[in-house]
């Protein structure tokens, strides 16, 4: 399975940004599939994650961020507002067969990761 994320950039405090993760030559209807993120120095966060249970947030980014999809499932989506410096990261999306994890929201459940896509928030 291939990721790729896009659409990390520099914004400002306050500012909305949207990030997507597009998986190459497949489709994510078999897949949990998950965003994270790690800012320097710190472990990787766990954001929100699509499977067949529905959309699940982690309480530091509820009613902040909304993961969506397309209609073709092969991309999803973090939109993500009222930006703060403590945001700046780098955001990955990653996925895992359905059924073989215990939690998207974890890291180490997750199977094939993205490279990553840089987002910095200026205060």
């Known amino acids: 399975v291939q990721l790729v994320e896009s659409g990390g950039k520099l914004v400002q405090a306050g500012e909305s940004l949207t990030l997507s993760c597009a998986t190459i030559g497949d489709t994510f209807d078999d897949w949990a599939v998950g965003w994270f993120r790690q800012a320097p120095g710190k472990e990787r966060e766990g954001l929100s994650c699509?499977?067949?249970?529905?959309?699940d947030y982690a309480e530091s980014v509820k009613g902040r961020f909304t993961l969506s999809t397309n209609n073709a499932r092969n991309t999803i989506f973090l939109q993500m507002n009222n930006l703060k410096p403590e945001d700046t990261a780098v955001y990955y999306c990653?996925?895992?067969?359905?059924?073989?994890?215990?939690?998207?929201?974890?890291?180490?459940?997750?199977?094939?990761w993205g490279k990553g896509t840089l987002v910095t928030v200026s205060s």
């Open positions: 699509l499977s067949t249970s529905g959309i």
């Open positions: 990653a996925v895992v067969p359905e059924g073989d994890y215990n939690d998207c929201l974890y890291a180490d459940d997750m199977e094939y």
